[in-house]
């Protein structure tokens, strides 16, 4: 009698995938935050951009580009625009004079409080699928997500 080889079973391509599922949830967070944000005329990136700056008032370039995860050159894009549309204004730093330091203008503080409000309307949607406690267990598994990927 012939052994047949069992054949392998078809897998879901995405049923047991972690990082299917997590870039799944941030592709429908960034599509909401891009509907919400097109009325003020800003991308997600010129919003996180402005949060960044918000934060830190006077903060470089490069510092923006490590707080929104994205290279300099993107940042130097991205705040270029945002200066184009009067949004920021750069100056050279009292302290290193080849270094910029950014500051939102009066215009650009009062669209992004209003941008602001309206990100923040999507992720309270978000948050509030969720109890207290599983927010606080969501932000710490996701926080060792974050660490356990770069290469010790």
């Known amino acids: 009698m012939r052994t047949v080889a069992a054949r ?3 897998v879901d391509a995405g049923a047991e995938r972690l990082g299917l599922a997590i870039k799944r949830a941030e592709q429908v967070l960034i599509a909401e935050k891009t509907r919400v944000l097109r009325p003020f005329g800003l991308t997600v990136p010129q919003y996180a951009a402005m949060f960044a700056i918000a ?3 006077g903060i470089s ?3 923006a580009a490590r707080e929104c995860h994205v290279t300099p050159q993107t940042m130097a894009v991205v705040l270029a625009g945002l200066e184009a549309k009067g949004l920021i204004e750069r100056q050279p730093s009292e302290v290193h004079a080849q270094v910029l330091v950014t500051r939102l203008t009066r215009a650009g503080h009062a669209l992004f409080r209003r941008a602001d409000a309206a990100a923040r309307e999507v ?3 978000l948050a509030a699928a969720f109890t207290d406690a599983e927010l606080a267990t969501l932000r710490e598994l996701l926080g060792r997500a974050a660490e356990a990927i770069p290469a010790p």
């Open 8 to 10: 392998p079973r078809p």
């Open 123 to 125: 992720e309270d949607r």
């Open 55 to 57: 934060a830190a008032p």
């Open 61 to 63: 370039g490069a510092r």
